[in-house]
Nanobody, 121 residues
Framework: QVQLVESGGGLVQAGGSLRLSCAVKGIIFSINVMGWYRQAPGNQRELVAYVTSHGSTNYADSVKGRFNISRDNAKNTVYLQMNSLKPEDTAVYYC???????????????WGQGTPVTVSS
């Protein structure tokens, strides 16, 4: 069974920093894209950032210059370093991965259970 295990959420004051981690657990062949999404109460889930297997990244405009996404392919882990946090960053953050289970199988998508981030003003 393949699953994503997230950690690193919590409560922080505005201007502070947090680092989220997400590890792929289970036997897989490869991971294409790994990313982070977030969902605030009453809002739709939105993309925060993603990183491809080649290291290309993309960020939502609202987090550019403050957040940094990276991945460790040897550990099948993606990180989200969040700096200069604002109250509007408060949300549940979800890890997402597009992976290939076996060499000749199609890609699949998987979500983490979500980790809450609360930024106080």
């Amino acid at each position: 069974q393949v699953q994503l295990v997230e950690s690193g959420g919590g409560l922080v004051q505005a201007g502070g920093s947090l680092r989220l981690s997400c590890a792929v657990k289970g036997i897989i062949f490869s991971i294409n894209v790994m990313g982070w999404y977030r969902q605030a109460p009453g809002n739709q889930r939105e993309l925060v950032a993603y990183v491809t297997s080649h290291g290309s990244t993309n960020y939502a405009d609202s987090v550019k210059g403050r957040f940094n996404i990276s991945r460790d392919n040897a550990k099948n882990t993606v990180y989200l370093q969040m700096n200069s946090l604002k109250p509007e960053d408060t949300a549940v953050y979800y890890c997402n991965a597009d992976y290939v289970r076996y060499r000749w199988s199609r890609s699949l998508e998987i979500w983490g259970q979500g980790t809450p981030v609360t930024v106080s003003s």
